[in-house]
């Protein structure tokens, strides 16, 4: 029952567009979703996996951080359609074995696209090519190890790069920090820099902690929830039960996007009658498509009319208490949102000004409201400043700190927020490092690293003799994809820890390992001590255990932390003071060396095995205090910037397809937005497309303008889609070469891949000479 890997490559030719669904999951979703196990995994290994997944005892989702209930019963099938479809990627009985590496050359590999290399399978082996060489070959580990651990000593710290994926677990990012660190450098990117980079640099300032402020109950029981620049019905599907309950008790919900995402408007729950057999739930109450980037002058409006609804009627709309004792910086804010210019603010938004009163008359009734926020808002030159704006509506009305309110950036990899917890970071505070050399006896270097549009730079520039990649598809991932690239292969050594090939595999260093891993869903138990577990944190601060318990797909995968720790002895021999062995031997050392380090995790060891985890502390939720440099929440003001493309051009935003999670590419069925069988497409409003002199399903090559310097990627189809006037949207990674070094959010440095400026010229082919 299960299908072999494919032979043949996604043929865009073959390109359908249908209408955009209604409703997002339903019976079309379990169906897929069983579908997809079983073609790669089986019935047997499927049905395992999928019983285990999200509760209690079992693993986390290799797929999006959206958290489990802490109190209440689990669900049979806690998880997605998109999450099932994660875990048959890693299930999958396919096996990527050496002579595999040795039918296909580096040069056909480059040929191929990045679902094709990814649906392969697993890697059974580790692998190494070496200058000169055409395909990869096999090596022992020990031997892999050496050689990693010669070429570190052979060069110096800042020329050594550690990129972490979010898929990482705390004790595996923990340990990763503490041998970079151990090493010298700081040189620490990560998935973080280029997507919830932005909510972090907004957040810290102005409330204390870089993190979301809310619980799943909190969820269920507002009164009003913002959905803003986010596509849940495909990024975290599992929000929608939480949206669905927060309308059953009598929410309201505001979407605010682009795009008409159908996971915005109605969800058919799969394990409820009404979802199965009648139309589902309506979630959107209203929905603001606004202009791409003109977000911070819908929430400026906002703040502007709930300040003249308090004048209407004192004492009903602002906290006056509240921001008296807790915040600082209101004054300013009032004098800067006193007065708003109309005319401007509709042309940021796209909105009309009837329409945004609508809004702010929720606003200004609600007692607890929610703004969750995703890539849409952190993507974009003005980012931060837009994030500092839902902040101050949310000082603005006392929501942090009760029930049913505050903050939400939803984070988009199942543990991205858990590593940077755990010291992933390129700028790491005083007190981490002073912790990490108490702890250790080691020497934490001070100086700032890299983060991941820096790295671009040092790649470029040859100042990378070795790059060590903890999961991820650092190639494709990241924004100038072919300057990258070529900067990638001049690097002397790159080392990949990986499940399944990738790009990166392919535009490899002068030397080039990759050493397979073990997955969220596998069993590991080559221990002293017996079979280990590991622990992530969710969106929501929640820290609980993951544990595999399926049969790997080959004998030679090594765990994470056993990785780390065989390179760190390779490099820094026996006379180190860290103990790398204990603590790959035994994942308790860890989280006792953490417990010691990090505050929130006292007793980890203890605390992990309770079934439901813990919740780790966070002062604007807990006691309504926030950790600033002055004690208090901090209104901030910002100019009014908003995105305008020149004549004959469009802004482009960067999203997903339903059928891909970040790089990794399920399958070619965009399903809720009508698209199959092709990814190199642009959605655009059929009215600009009139407008541009373009119809709909021509070939185009895009062409991206910055200050002066033009990006091109070639062979795109324009597919007519209802999509904000003067906005158009395209998959990455596909579209990731049209975004400029420099095009980045201000403060956070993420890349700007929901603010570039295109236009479209009909493709020609190239004759051949």
């Given amino acids: 029952m299960t299908r072999p890997a494919p032979v043949n490559d996604i043929d865009e030719s073959t390109l359908k567009v249908k209408e955009p669904k209604k409703a997002a999951a339903g019976i079309p979703a379990v169906k897929i979703a069983l579908e997809r196990g079983i073609e790669q995994a089986g019935v047997a290994r499927t049905a ?19 958290p489990e209930s802490i109190t209440g019963p689990r669900k049979p099938a806690e998880f997605c359609e998109n999450g099932a479809k994660a875990v048959a990627e890693e299930n999958t009985k396919r096996t990527v074995t050496p002579e595999f590496w040795a039918r296909h050359s ?40 050496n050689l990693i651990g010669e070429r570190f000593r ?23 920090q503490l041998f970079a660190r ?27 902690i870089g993190k979301g402020t809310v619980s799943l109950e909190d969820i269920h029981h507002s009164e009003l929830i913002f959905v803003v620049g986010q596509n849940p019905g495909t990024n975290h599907p599992r929000m929608l039960s939480a949206l669905k309950e927060c309308k059953d008790n009598g929410g309201t919900i505001v979407a605010v996007n682009p795009l008409p995402e159908t996971g915005l408007m109605a969800f058919k729950d799969p394990q409820s009658v009404d979802g199965l057999v009648r139309g589902g739930t309506k979630l959107a109450d209203e929905f603001l498509q606004i202009k791409v980037g003109g977000d911070l002058a819908l929430f400026q409006a906002l703040g502007h009319l709930l300040l003249e609804e308090e004048d209407r009627a004192p004492g009903t709309v602002v906290d006056k208490a509240f921001i008296e004792a807790n915040t600082d910086g209101f004054e300013d804010y009032v004098a800067a949102r006193r007065h708003i210019d109309w005319i401007e603010t509709e042309k940021a938004t796209g909105l009309s000004r009837l329409d945004i009163a609508k809004v702010a008359g929720l606003l200004a009734k609600s007692k607890a409201t929610i703004i969750c926020w995703a890539l849409g808002l952190t993507q974009q030159p003005h980012s931060v400043d ?11 009305q006392g929501n942090f700190g009760k029930p049913g309110a505050g903050a939400c950036p939803v984070r988009g990899h199942s543990n991205v927020q858990g590593d940077r917890t755990m010291g992933i970071w390129e700028k790491p505070k005083e007190w981490l490092l002073a912790a990490l050399d108490k702890e250790f006896g080691i020497t934490s270097p001070r100086e700032h690293g890299v983060d991941s549009t820096e790295a671009i730079d040092a790649f470029a520039e040859g100042k990378v003799d070795v790059f060590v990649s903890m999961g991820g598809n650092f190639a494709l991932a990241n924004s100038e994809t072919e300057a990258l690239e070529a900067g990638m292969q001049k690097a002397g050594l790159t080392v990949h820890v990986s499940t399944k090939p990738n790009r990166s595999h392919v535009v490899h260093g002068k030397t080039s ?19 280990q577990f590991l622990s992530v944190e969710d969106s929501m601060s929640v820290i609980r255990s993951t544990q595999g318990r399926l049969e790997p797909v080959s004998e030679h995968l090594l765990a994470e932390p056993v990785i780390i720790a065989r390179m760190a002895q390779a490099t820094f021999g026996d006379d180190h003071p860290v103990n790398w062995r204990a603590m790959a031997e035994d994942y308790d050392v860890v989280r006792d060396h953490i417990s010691r380090v990090l505050p929130g995790f006292e007793d980890f060891n203890t605390r992990i095995r309770n079934k439901s985890g813990f919740v780790l502390p966070n002062p604007p939720r807990d006691t309504r205090s926030f950790a600033t440099d002055i004690g208090k929440g901090r209104f901030t003001v910002s100019p009014l910037e908003y995105l305008e493309a020149p004549e004959g051009h469009l802004i482009l935003q960067t999203l997903r397809s339903h059928d891909q999670y970040n790089t990794t590419f399920y399958g070619l069925d965009d399903r809720y937005r009508g698209i199959s069988n092709g990814r190199r497409v642009v959605l655009v409003n059929p009215d600009d497309l009139a407008e541009l002199g373009f119809a709909d399903r ?43 070094r420099d095009l980045v959010a201000r403060e956070s440095n993420t890349p700007g891949f929901k603010a570039m400026t295109v236009r479209f010229i009909p493709h020609e082919e190239k004759q051949l000479s």
Avoid at 53 to 65: L, M, T
Avoid at 129 to 144: C, F, K, L, V
Avoid at 156 to 167: A, E, K, L, M, N
Avoid at 516 to 527: A, N, Q, V
């Fill in 182 to 208: 151990s090493l010298g450098t700081n040189n620490l990117p990560d998935c973080s820099n280029m997507c919830h980079e932005s909510s972090g640099s907004a957040l810290n300032p102005t409330i204390g």
């Fill in 513 to 531: 390992l990759i050493l397979p891993t073990l997955g969220r869903t596998d069993r590991d138990d080559k221990h002293p001590n017996g079979a």
């Fill in 154 to 176: 052979a060069t110096t710290p800042d020329r050594c790069v550690f990129y972490t994926s979010g898929r990482t677990a705390n004790e595996t990012a923990f340990m990763y």
């Fill in 386 to 396: 837009t994030l500092r704006e839902i902040v101050n509506l949310l000082l603005l």
């Fill in 698 to 740: 021509d070939l185009v090559d895009v062409i991206s303008t910055f200050k002066g310097t033009e990006r091109r990627a070639d062979e795109f189809r324009l597919v007519a889609y209802p999509t904000a006037r003067g906005c158009a949207a395209a998959y990455f990674p596909e579209a990731n070469a049209l975004v400029h």
């Fill in 106 to 145: 580096i040069a056909e590999l480059a040929t191929k696209t990045e679902y094709w290399l990814g649906q392969q399978g697993r890697i059974t082996e580790p692998v190494i090519i070496r200058e000169g060489e055409t395909h990869y070959s096999p090596i022992s580990w020990s031997d892999a190890f």
């Fill in 48 to 66: 395992r996996s999928l019983l285990r997944i999200n509760q209690r005892g079992g693993f986390d989702c290799p797929g999006c951080a959206w």
